[in-house]
């Protein structure tokens, strides 16, 4: 099949609201030495896409654009076909299907995007579907602190519900640790199916005063505080979140807690995304690791997409599907 000279891309030129995003026509990219061309089959829309959108938090500006964004599509998980490859490229040819991340550029919300050969990407596992498998951005980030736990530790996740949390429950249990996920009424069962060993229900507990100790809380969704969860660590206990925290404080406190040698609270970093996939191609392939799945979209509801991620209420993973075929 010839491959079109335009494709269909969800672009923005500012900073803003969803609203900002337009469904636009764009020249096919054409891959570059070194990468590949995929034809996407299915991406999300995460909670980084609906950060970068509006430039938040501002200091994040440095690496996307002070004033103007310096990418126009975003994007980061991405499942699909290669269909063409650029000079040098070895690993892969095309018709060969798979998935992973493209966490510097982005670029999968639209119907093709280039990935260097070398990058976070891996063979579709046989038998998964596009859409099963793109789960790499909250395992990313779930691993950057999951990858801090040793067999038999003690660890509390908070937030057990989201891309990250449902990431963060299983990656734990296949470290070894002894997990509590804190979740809201309807997603009780869902923890437990993930591997939960004890689940506790935020709206009829305060998890903060259960008077246990843990090796590491993590807050999985942003909502919490170093000082409220201070009471549930051991005394070389981790504190770990994915978001800034009250007054962006979880900076201040990593600062402070490197300043101090322990480094045990923070904002964790992601790091290795290739390494991540790779091992997550493993994991799906066995069954070990599954993604959750909220609503899906077409590419032509992309804002729908961005207003749902943004309320805040999602379970797991929002996909968008690129194509029917």
Same mark, same amino acid.
């Given at each position: 099949?010839?491959?079109?000279?335009?494709?269909?891309a969800?672009?923005?030129?500012?900073?803003?609201?969803?609203?900002?995003l337009?469904?636009?026509?764009?020249?096919?990219?054409?891959?570059?030495?070194?990468?590949?061309?995929?034809?996407?089959?299915?991406?999300?829309?995460?909670?980084?896409?609906?950060?970068?959108?509006?430039?938040?938090?501002?200091?994040?500006?440095?690496?996307?654009g002070?004033?103007?964004p310096?990418?126009?599509?975003?994007?980061?998980?991405?499942?699909?076909?290669?269909?063409?490859?650029?000079?040098?490229?070895?690993?892969?040819?095309?018709?060969?299907?798979?998935?992973?991340?493209?966490?510097?550029?982005?670029?999968?919300?639209a119907?093709?995007?280039?990935?260097?050969?070398?990058?976070?990407?891996?063979?579709?596992?046989?038998?998964?579907?596009?859409?099963?498998?793109?789960?790499?951005?909250?395992?990313?980030?779930?691993?950057?602190?999951?990858?801090?736990?040793?067999?038999?530790?003690?660890?509390?996740?908070?937030?057990?519900?989201?891309?990250?949390?449902?990431?963060?429950?299983? /990656? #734990?249990? *296949?470290?070894?640790?002894?997990?509590?996920?804190? %979740?809201?009424? +309807?997603?009780?069962? &869902? @923890?437990?199916?993930?591997?939960?060993?004890?689940?506790?229900?935020?709206?009829?507990?305060?998890?903060?005063?259960?008077?246990?100790?843990?090796?590491?809380?993590?807050?999985?969704?942003?909502?919490?505080?170093?000082?409220?969860?201070?009471?549930?660590?051991?005394?070389?206990?981790?504190?770990?979140?994915?978001?800034?925290g009250?007054?962006?404080?979880?900076?201040?406190?990593?600062a402070?807690?490197?300043?101090?040698?322990?480094?045990?609270?923070?904002?964790?970093?992601?790091?290795?995304?290739?390494?991540?996939?790779?091992? /997550? #191609?493993? *994991?799906?392939?066995?069954?070990?690791?599954?993604? %959750?799945?909220? +609503?899906?979209?077409? &590419? @032509?509801?992309?804002?729908?997409?961005?207003?749902?991620?943004?309320?805040?209420?999602?379970?797991?993973?929002?996909?968008?599907?690129?194509?029917?075929?």
């Amino acid at each position: 099949m010839t491959t079109p000279s335009h494709m269909k891309a969800a672009v923005f030129h500012r900073y803003g609201p969803p609203e900002t995003l337009t469904l636009c026509d764009m020249p096919v990219p054409q891959p570059a030495q070194g990468k590949i061309r995929v034809k996407v089959h299915a991406t999300t829309v995460t909670r980084t896409d609906t950060a970068t959108l509006r430039g938040h938090p501002f200091f994040a500006r440095v690496a996307t654009g002070l004033t103007r964004p310096k990418m126009s599509i975003l994007g980061m998980d991405v499942a699909g076909v290669v269909d063409a490859v650029g000079g040098g490229v070895t690993a892969y040819e095309p018709g060969d299907r798979v998935f992973g991340l493209s966490p510097d550029r982005f670029g999968a919300h639209a119907e093709y995007v280039c990935l260097p050969e070398g990058g976070a990407i891996a063979r579709l596992p046989d038998g998964l579907r596009y859409d099963e498998a793109v789960v790499g951005e909250g395992a990313w980030y779930a691993s950057a602190t999951t990858d801090r736990l040793n067999t038999g530790d003690r660890c509390l996740i908070y937030g057990g519900s989201g891309a990250i949390g449902t990431a963060a429950v299983q /990656l #734990a249990k *296949l470290r070894g640790a002894e997990v509590t996920a804190v %979740v809201g009424h +309807r997603h009780l069962e &869902l @923890a437990r199916q993930l591997g939960a060993d004890r689940v506790i229900d935020y709206q009829v507990q305060d998890f903060t005063k259960l008077g246990e100790r843990f090796d590491l809380v993590f807050d999985a969704v942003g909502k919490t505080s170093w000082f409220a969860c201070r009471p549930l660590l051991k005394p070389q206990g981790i504190f770990a979140a994915t978001d800034l925290g009250p007054y962006w404080s979880n900076l201040g406190l990593e600062a402070w807690s490197a300043v101090r040698g322990h480094r045990r609270l923070g904002v964790p970093f992601p790091k290795d995304p290739r390494g991540l996939v790779q091992t /997550l #191609a493993g *994991l799906l392939a066995d069954g070990r690791f599954r993604g %959750v799945f909220d +609503r899906r979209y077409p &590419l @032509a509801d992309i804002v729908a997409a961005f207003q749902y991620v943004e309320a805040g209420q999602k379970t797991g993973i929002v996909r968008v599907d690129m194509r029917s075929d």
